[in-house]
């Protein structure tokens, strides 16, 4: 019986680091999807995408809109 408790002891620590390292691989993941510009974003989504992000005042957002082609 103290044997089986010993072995889950020992398990754990292998499962921490295996739950760190993917936190961390999520981590670099995430940093580098939000270091894109979205000039960056919008050359790799195509030319008919628009991004508009929170900085961008409501004025700017609505010429972006009405300078747009609509399809009919």
Not at 16 to 30: D, I, K, Q, W
Not at 35 to 58: C, H
Not at 63 to 70: L, Y
């Amino acid at each position: 019986m103290k044997n089986k408790a010993n072995k889950s002891l020992s398990a754990r620590p292998a499962f921490a680091r295996l739950v760190g390292t993917l936190l961390l691989a999520m981590a670099a993941l995430s940093a580098s999807a939000v270091a894109q510009s979205p000039a960056d974003l919008a050359s790799q989504l195509g030319p008919n995408v628009y991004i508009f992000d929170p900085s961008m005042s409501t004025s700017q957002i609505q010429a972006t809109v009405d300078s747009s082609p609509t399809s009919n």
